[in-house]
């Protein structure tokens, strides 16, 4: 996955904004891990109206309020805002663990044509291999919400194994019952530079602001 920004530098929305150009350091945060690329801009309604329901998401699987241990997301905004301005207005009251381009970087813009992205907001769902789980998760994180997270897990077979015991780590992973249904509903596609592809399901539907 972190050879997607290879080359890059991703900042943490932190007080300090700290950048993670090392590619160790981007590897340790990206790998293994689902990778959501949110495209959006504090100038969209429909995206000030959203940003709600994403933060809460993303706290809830992520902050030790809600859970032992944080979830293997990562959560990189992509803006598409006018101005740095506008992108440090709209980062100033989001989590301290989502990252983001700086604003002068061109793979801003690069990443929505590379993944089709046509409205706003999008959230696109990456295998921690960068395979496209799903190409626009928005509409299910607001119908579902943390829970999704299960079903994206297992389709992607993104095992935790710090939950499991020394001697069972070698074994097959458990298969549930309703694991066919989620292969059929995530199908991969792969992520190729200026790839269109076939749209994934819950795409955001016409009505939306156009992206480009």
Same mark, same amino acid.
């Given at each position: ?5 290879? #080359?890059?530098? *991703? ?7 700290? +950048?993670?150009?090392?590619? $160790?350091?981007?590897?340790? &945060?990206? =790998?293994?891990?689902?990778? *959501? ?8 309604? =429909? ?7 994403? @933060?809460? /998401? ?5 902050? +030790? ?29 989001? !989590?301290? @663990?989502?990252?983001?381009? !700086? /604003? ?15 409205? *706003?907001?999008? %959230? %696109?769902?990456? @295998? ?29 077979? %993104? ?9 069972? *780590? =070698? ?13 059929? &509903?995530?199908? %991969?596609? @792969?992520?190729?530079? #200026?790839? #269109?592809?076939?749209? #994934?399901?819950?795409? $955001? ?8």
């Amino acid at each position: 996955m972190a050879s997607l920004f290879s #080359g890059r530098v *991703l900042i943490r929305n932190n007080s300090d904004q700290d +950048e993670l150009d090392m590619e $160790a350091e981007l590897s340790r &945060k990206l =790998e293994n891990r689902l990778v *959501l690329l949110f495209f959006g801009t504090g100038a969209c309604p =429909e995206c000030q109206a959203f940003v709600p329901i994403l @933060k809460d /998401f993303f706290v809830r699987l992520t902050d +030790e309020f809600y859970v032992l241990r944080a979830a293997q997301i990562a959560l990189v905004y992509v803006s598409q805002d006018p101005t740095e301005e506008q992108q440090d207005l709209f980062l100033r009251d989001m !989590p301290e @663990k989502w990252l983001f381009l !700086p /604003f002068e970087d061109d793979l801003r813009r690069d990443l929505g044509r590379q993944f089709s992205v046509e409205r *706003l907001p999008a %959230v %696109v769902v990456l @295998k921690p291999g960068g395979d496209v789980l799903t190409r626009d998760a928005a509409e299910e994180i607001q119908r579902l919400g943390p829970a999704c997270f299960a079903n994206w897990q297992e389709a992607a077979e %993104v095992l935790d194994r710090s939950f499991l015991p020394p001697e069972d *780590l =070698e074994d097959a992973v458990p298969r549930s019952l309703t694991e066919w249904l989620r292969r059929r &509903k995530y199908r %991969v596609e @792969k992520a190729t530079p #200026g790839g #269109g592809g076939p749209r #994934g399901e819950g795409e $955001a539907e016409d009505g939306a602001p156009a992206l480009f």
